[in-house]
Every structure is written in structure tokens, then in C-alpha cells.
């Protein structure tokens, strides 16, 4: 939901996955930090909330129809989709790309509006998150086949329950 347009809403807890329904009679469970995955859990929002900052596709249009598209939205049988968020400047713009399903999507091609480097900025599935380590080494190269109504595109190994943020590499 951080790469969603819109305000973004964080509970009481859900920073580190807190487990049971938020008390006002009682203290968040942060004894629950002492777990890996709740660890792993805060360092995910940690990030995504610096991303969210530091990225300007990521808060300038939020409420205006030019900061989202779609790349993919219709894949149902591999429950994947896929956007993009842009800022001020068209040619700033970072990619999402979520997988639904427990399953590893190696070669998964996906549309991007330029040529290039693409880093990946976050992974979700990354093991200091709690995950399985599986992505893309840090980031892919766009090829010219067209995908998606774009004249280029990346081949990237989709993690499973996971998403990928993906930015142009340009320096």
C-alpha cells in the first residue's frame, strides 16, 4: 500500500506486526522486537517510509490520475500487478511489482516506459526483512522487447508474497 496513491495509515503496532488487536489498557507488544520477523517486519516499514520521503513519484501526485498507471493489472493467473507512480517531472517515475502468490516467478517480463538500469530499491522478500532472499541481484537491465504496451522491458524473478520497487538507474 506504500506505492498505492493516497495517504498512507499505519496502526497502532503494525510497524512490527503486533499480533493481537491494539489496547488503550495496555502497551504495544514490543517485546515482540526480540523475534526475527517482527524485526525484520519494523526494518521493512523503516525503509519504505524513507522511500516514501525520498521519492518524489511517491507523494507529489498521490490524489492526481497523472502520478499512477497501471502496467499490468489484468495477469490473474499469475495474481501478479503491476504500476507505475510519477512525479512532477514525467521522467521521474518508479516501478511496483507485486506477487501474490507463494510461488518464485523466475523470467516474469514486465513493461517499462524506458531503456536502461533498473535498481531494485526494495524487496520485500529480502532476508534482513524475514524472507527467502530470492530477487534480482540488485537490480535488471531493459531489453527492447515490447511488453505491455512498452517498447521495452525487464525479465525479473518475482519472490513470492512479495513486492519490488524499481527505479531507472541513471547515475
Same mark, same amino acid.
Given at each position: ?45 523503516? %525503509?519504505? *517510509?524513507?522511500?516514501?520521503? $525520498?521519492?518524489? =513519484? ?6 492526481? /490520475?497523472?502520478? #499512477?498507471?497501471?502496467? %499490468?493489472? *489484468?495477469?490473474?493467473?499469475? $495474481?501478479?500487478? =503491476? ?6 517531472? /514525467?521522467?521521474? #517515475?518508479?516501478?511496483?511489482?507485486? *506477487? ?72
Amino acid at each position: 500500500m506504500f506505492g498505492h496513491p493516497g495517504k498512507k495509515l499505519n496502526f497502532m503496532g503494525g510497524e512490527f506486526g503486533q499480533t493481537r488487536e491494539w489496547n488503550h489498557d495496555v502497551s504495544l507488544d514490543w517485546h515482540l522486537l526480540e523475534f526475527p520477523d517482527h524485526k525484520g517486519m519494523q526494518q521493512l516499514v523503516r %525503509d519504505l *517510509n524513507r522511500l516514501y520521503r $525520498s521519492e518524489p =513519484s511517491l507523494h507529489e501526485l498521490d490524489v492526481r /490520475p497523472e502520478g #499512477f498507471s497501471w502496467i %499490468d493489472c *489484468n495477469d490473474h493467473e499469475g $495474481s501478479v500487478v =503491476s504500476f507505475v507512480r510519477r512525479s512532477n517531472d /514525467p521522467a521521474d #517515475f518508479t516501478l511496483f511489482v507485486l *506477487n501474490f502468490t507463494p510461488v518464485v516467478r523466475p523470467f516474469y517480463r514486465l513493461g517499462v516506459p524506458e531503456a536502461g538500469r533498473y535498481r531494485e530499491l526494495i524487496n520485500t522478500d529480502a532476508e534482513v526483512y524475514g524472507g527467502s532472499n530470492v530477487g534480482n541481484q540488485g537490480g535488471v537491465e531493459a531489453e527492447d522487447v515490447q511488453q505491455h504496451g512498452y517498447e521495452h522491458s525487464v525479465s525479473v524473478v518475482l519472490p513470492p508474497l512479495a513486492c519490488l520497487v524499481l527505479k531507472p538507474d541513471r547515475g
